[in-house]
């Protein structure tokens, strides 16, 4: 097809069945022909000379290391030939135009773009309001009131300190003279020490006075900069927003009727306030787009990475990753309206036909061992879980019930109370840390060390929930001891003591690149999917909420 990014395969498909529905683009296992398009794409990739970009794999490369993400999309085009096409998220070698890939939704970095002008414009406002903040004159000034304004602060401090011990000290002389002086010298007492009081606080007043006295002239010389300073701070901001506005009217969707939208519109209709940075400039919106412009039918697709991780994500080298959920849900919603999807896995109850198995059980409490893919509380889409079970199957069971909780794809114990206070008292030992947890995981490689610590802080992504993302700024502390158990057919099986409790905390650690840097097998998020995750809670351990004796429970693994 001339002049088009569409492309044959180079290998014969006569035997690739087409599928029956478009893939669900945020839980997906990859169709034979995309995975067959990814190979031809991953092989351009290693032998193309058609950009400069250093993904982080060759260490000859120069330049900062950045992997991307790349997507295929089989169509059929108008011919009813099969071929596909291909993207990649944001831009390579500073431009958007490529060969192999399809251009973007919309393209910023078109020469002279109000875009790029803008973009100048605000790059010369940082650069006036940076020698504006670093003007010699001004920092002289800020050192100047920064300290007298120092002495100020520690000067009227000392005298109201001052005036307090006075002020103690004449009532307790008032306390003393009560019974000990005649009414008449009494009063006299009473007095003068009122005259103290007055010419004391004067004198406070005095020294406030001063050093207002003493700062205006200083924060009057400031003004003339932090005015300045806010005026074009402001303008900056107007000016950036107005940017923002402009760019989301340009990027115009279609669907397959080709109805346009902007990403104002779409985002308007969701929650988020701000839009996410790089919406609208993910693989999936850019294949669709470009089909939709150029009648080409989408039959499936799929996308992977390429390169090295980002710090903060886990990004795995040549793996399958599904559509973000921040940027691309509300784009992909109106882009894929009109075409027959799978069915999203997230609306179907995995647990029908599974049951729970008690370990234990008083009238305090109950330990369970909980199937894989198995929600612990009630999900958004999905009633069916270890808490409705048990309000169901056990008698006289009241309060919150859940003390702790698995992931849905873990299995192993949990302990659930029956009453309001055995679960104040079992939750404040998970939150004192007093209770003792033990988990098997079989991990998708060899590790080499055999044993260690990680803390890695983790946060939720707020642009891919329910994935979490390895942060020092934001991210809350996360512990985990480890130890190898066995290695054995490529495999690690590796017992996991987490310190604290959170998210995804063990997932996160094991596959992470500042961790162990290799997945837990079977993870969908941040590894490659399987028959199931291999994530077993075994060991628990606590106090009884009434006898106080310690309870140890073992669940040996299933793998």
């Known amino acids: 097809m001339k002049n088009t990014h569409f492309h044959y395969f180079s290998s014969p498909i006569n035997n690739i069945k087409l599928p ?4 669900f683009p945020f839980y997906y296992e990859p169709h034979p022909l995309c995975k067959l398009a990814t190979k031809e794409v ?3 990739l290693k032998n193309q000379t058609d950009f400069n970009h250093n993904f982080g794999i060759d260490p000859s490369k120069k330049g900062l290391p950045i992997g991307k993400m790349f997507g295929v999309l089989v169509v059929e085009n108008q011919q009813k030939e099969i071929g596909y096409i291909t993207a990649v998220s944001g831009k390579l070698g500073e431009t958007n135009t490529h060969l192999k890939f399809v251009p973007p939704v919309y393209d910023m970095l078109v020469k002279d773009s109000y875009y790029l002008q803008e973009k100048n414009n605000l790059i010369k406002f940082d650069g006036k309001l940076k020698k504006l903040e670093e003007n010699t004159e001004y920092q002289k000034l800020i050192n100047v009131y920064n300290s007298e304004n120092e002495k100020a602060i520690i000067d009227i401090h000392q005298k109201k300190e001052t005036l307090k011990i006075a002020k103690n000290n004449r009532r307790l002389k008032r306390e003393k003279a009560i019974g000990e002086l005649s009414e008449e010298a009494y009063l006299i007492l009473k007095n003068t020490l009122s005259k103290e009081s007055l010419e004391a606080k004067h004198f406070f007043n005095n020294v406030n006075r001063y050093w207002k006295h003493r700062l205006k002239p200083i924060k009057e010389e400031l003004l003339v900069f932090t005015d300045e300073i806010k005026l074009l701070k402001e303008k900056h901001k107007a000016m950036s927003i107005a940017l923002q506005v402009y760019i989301s009217e340009q990027y115009q969707f279609l669907n397959i009727k080709k109805e346009a939208k902007n990403l104002k519109e779409l985002f308007s209709e969701t929650s988020v306030q701000n839009l996410p940075a790089g919406s609208g400039e993910c693989t999936a919106p850019k294949l669709l787009q470009y089909a939709f412009l150029n009648d080409l039918k989408p039959i499936a697709m799929a996308e992977f990475w390429w390169g090295k991780s980002p710090n903060k994500e886990i990004r795995k080298h040549e793996q399958f990753y599904p559509a973000c959920q921040g940027k691309c849900k509300p784009i992909l919603t109106h882009m894929l309206k009109g075409i027959e999807m799978d069915t999203n896995p997230l609306l179907e109850n995995p647990a029908i036909g599974k049951e729970l198995e008690t370990i234990f059980e008083d009238d305090q409490l109950i330990v369970i061992c909980k199937p894989a893919d198995f929600l ?22 009241s309060g919150p019930i859940i003390v702790h909780r698995l992931d849905m794809a873990t299995s192993g114990l949990l302990v659930l109370a029956k009453n309001k206070e055995a679960h104040k008292i079992l939750q404040n030992q998970f939150i004192t840390k007093t209770v003792q947890k033990k988990y098997t995981a079989l991990l998708d490689g060899i590790i080499t060390e055999n044993s260690g610590t990680i803390t890695l802080p983790l946060r939720v992504d707020l642009e891919d929930r329910p994935r979490q993302l390895v942060c020092y700024e934001h991210g809350k502390t996360a512990k985990t001891n480890w130890e190898v158990v066995e290695r054995k057919n490529g495999k690690t099986k590796i017992s996991f003591y987490p310190i604290s409790g959170r998210t995804h905390q063990l997932r996160v650690h094991a596959a992470h690149s500042l961790g162990l840097n290799t997945p837990i097998l079977g993870d969908d998020l941040y590894g490659k999917k399987s028959d199931r995750l291999y994530l077993h809670s075994d060991t628990l351990s606590f106090y009884h909420p009434i006898t106080k004796e310690k309870m140890i429970f073992l669940k040996k693994a299933p793998f």
């Open 42 to 44: 991953i092989n351009y």
């Open 376 to 397: 612990s509380v009630p999900g958004i889409h999905i009633q069916d879980s270890v808490y409705t079970r048990i309000k169901q199957q056990v008698k006289n069971i």
């Open 20 to 23: 029956n529905k478009f893939t």
